[in-house]
C-alpha cells in the first residue's frame, strides 16, 4: 500500500518571501501522479500542481514549483513569493497510474503573514 | 460551466440517523470519487464511480455506509444508523475521464457536507 508523510504540522512564512512543504511517500510502483491540493479555510480543495513521475522536468505552474527527487521519494512543493491568499492547508497526494483514488498526507498548514 | 456542488454544507444528525449526502459533478465528467475527512486530517478514500458503475467501494467503513451513481451523474452517499465516529466532512470529486487501466484525469472537488452526530 502506499503512503504519503507530510513532516511539517504548520509553517508560517513572511508575505513576499518563499517556504518549502515536504512530503515523502512510500511505493514500489515506478509509474505514478504526484499533487499538491491546497484548501483555503473554506474547504475547497483546489489542484496547485501535478507531476507524473515519468517525467524527470520539475513542473511549474506560476510562484509554484516542485522538486520531485523519485530516487528519494521526495516531492516538495517551493511557493515563492508568498502571497496572504496563499494561506491555507496544503496536501500532498499520490495516485498510481491506473490507480482510481487519491492518497493523502496529514497536510501542513500555512500561515503568510504580513 | 460549475464547479462540483455539494448538498447540504451541513448536517446535524442524532446518533442512530439515517443521513443522505448529495454531490452534483462537474457536467460530462466520468468518474466521480467520495473522500472522508476527519478534523484535521488528510481526506480518505471511500468509493469510485464509472459513469454509474461503482468499481471501487474498498474505502467504505462499514455496511451503514451506501453510495450509489444511479444515472451516471449525480450521486448519492447514504449513511445508515449513523455513530459519533461518522463525523467529519464528506467530500466529492469529479474527474473528466478513464484513460486505459486508470483515471489519469485530474480530480476536481467539491465543498463538502460537513457531518456532525450528536
Known amino acids: 500500500a502506499q503512503t504519503v508523510t507530510q513532516s511539517q504540522p504548520e509553517m508560517s512564512v513572511q508575505e513576499a518571501e518563499t517556504v518549502t512543504l515536504s512530503c515523502t511517500y512510500d511505493?514500489?510502483?515506478?509509474?505514478?501522479?504526484l499533487f499538491w491540493y491546497k484548501q483555503p479555510p473554506s474547504r475547497q480543495m483546489i489542484l496547485v500542481i501535478r507531476q507524473e513521475a515519468y517525467k524527470q522536468q520539475n513542473a511549474t505552474e506560476n510562484r509554484f514549483s516542485v522538486n520531485f527527487q523519485k530516487a528519494a521519494k521526495s516531492f516538495s512543493l517551493k511557493i515563492s513569493d508568498s502571497q496572504l491568499g496563499d494561506t491555507a492547508m496544503y496536501f500532498c497526494?499520490?495516485?498510481?497510474?491506473?490507480?482510481?483514488?487519491?492518497?493523502f498526507g496529514a497536510g501542513t498548514i500555512l500561515r503568510v503573514k504580513s | 460551466g460549475a464547479g462540483v456542488s455539494q448538498s447540504p454544507r451541513y448536517k446535524v444528525a442524532k446518533r442512530g440517523q439515517d443521513v443522505a449526502l448529495r454531490c452534483d459533478p462537474i457536467s460530462g465528467h466520468v468518474s466521480l470519487f467520495w473522500y472522508q475527512q476527519a478534523l484535521g486530517q488528510g481526506p480518505e478514500f471511500l468509493t469510485y464511480?464509472?459513469?454509474?458503475?461503482?468499481?471501487?467501494k474498498s474505502g467504505l467503513p462499514s455496511d451503514r455506509f451506501f453510495a450509489e451513481r444511479p444515472e451516471g451523474s449525480v450521486s448519492t452517499l447514504k449513511i445508515q444508523r449513523t455513530q459519533q465516529e461518522d463525523s467529519a466532512v464528506y467530500l466529492c470529486?469529479?474527474?473528466?475521464?478513464?484513460?486505459?487501466?486508470?483515471?489519469?484525469?485530474?480530480?476536481?472537488f467539491g465543498p463538502g457536507t460537513r457531518l456532525l452526530v450528536l
Open positions: 511505493t514500489s510502483e515506478n509509474n505514478y501522479y
Open positions: 497526494a499520490f495516485m498510481t497510474i491506473y490507480g482510481n483514488k487519491l492518497v
Open positions: 470529486a469529479s474527474s473528466l475521464e478513464r484513460i486505459g487501466g486508470g483515471s489519469q484525469e485530474t480530480q476536481y
Open positions: 464511480f464509472q459513469n454509474e458503475a461503482q468499481l471501487d
